[in-house]
């Protein structure tokens, strides 16, 4: 089946720092992939879509100046969290949409804490 | 917009016994998409059953199934003879045809006693 990895897993960073999270499709091309993140024991947020090749389309209530989202090929998408803040730690799960299908493909999540 | 509804927050059931999880949804969508995703502790989100709104017929996988009422909104999903390894957060979900976006519901906590 699909693969879809992110990367890192888990990272730690100090408050005023970005990080970068990746998302790649692993055996399959992805035109379109979408940011989640998730609270503990609550539900997926959906943060943005993400589209090869053009501008993120944000959810309402997002900042895209502070969740930087760059689609540049049709495997890869990066999450950056530009002048992270405590608030931001979270867990955030990235899907890649199947090519030809509806279905969504999801990564195993990475885990953002910030001291 | 696209609303999805869990009304059990938390489940435990014994092994090996059925068990019904509710999820209503609100669509103003003719072409919609619904879906159960399964969250074990390991945060992979796996997709358990998909539904396509214009089918009448029920989704079943194995030993899951829905029962899709589409005039009620209504999307339950029934595991039968669970095992302990369907313990696990459930999410009702739904998607749109024309952006291919998802909404998740609350979650329903699943434990499956021993």
């Known amino acids: 089946g699909a693969v879809v990895s992110q990367h890192p897993s888990r990272v730690i960073c100090k408050s005023g720092t970005s990080v970068k999270i990746e998302c790649r499709s692993l055996?399959?091309?992805?035109?379109?992939m979408f940011w989640y993140r998730q609270f503990p024991k609550k539900s997926l947020m959906l943060m943005a879509t993400?589209?090869?090749?053009?501008?993120?389309?944000?959810e309402q209530g997002v900042e895209k100046d502070k969740f930087l989202i760059n689609h540049a090929s049709l495997t890869l998408s990066t999450l950056t969290v530009t002048s992270a803040h405590p608030e931001d730690s979270s867990f955030y799960i990235c899907?890649?949409?199947?090519?030809?299908?509806?279905?969504?493909?999801f990564g195993p999540g990475t885990r953002l804490t910030v001291t | 917009a696209q609303t999805v509804t869990q009304s059990q927050p938390e489940m435990s059931v014994q092994e090996a016994e059925t068990v019904t999880l509710s999820c209503t949804y609100d669509t103003s969508e003719n072409n919609y998409y619904l879906f159960w995703y399964k969250q074990p502790p390991s945060r992979q989100m796996i997709l358990v059953i998909r539904q396509e709104a214009y089918k009448q017929q029920n989704a079943t996988e194995n030993r899951f199934s829905v029962n899709f009422q589409k005039a009620a909104k209504s999307f339950s999903l029934k595991i039968s003879d669970s095992q302990l390894g369907d313990t696990a957060m459930y999410f009702c979900?739904?998607?749109?045809?024309?952006?291919?976006?998802?909404?998740f519901g609350k979650g329903t906590r699943l434990h499956i006693l021993p």
């Open positions: 979900a739904s998607g749109m045809n024309r952006d291919d976006k998802i909404i």
């Open positions: 055996d399959f091309q992805a035109t379109t």
């Open positions: 899907s890649a949409l199947g090519g030809g299908t509806y279905e969504q493909y």
């Open positions: 993400s589209n090869e090749g053009s501008k993120a389309t944000y």
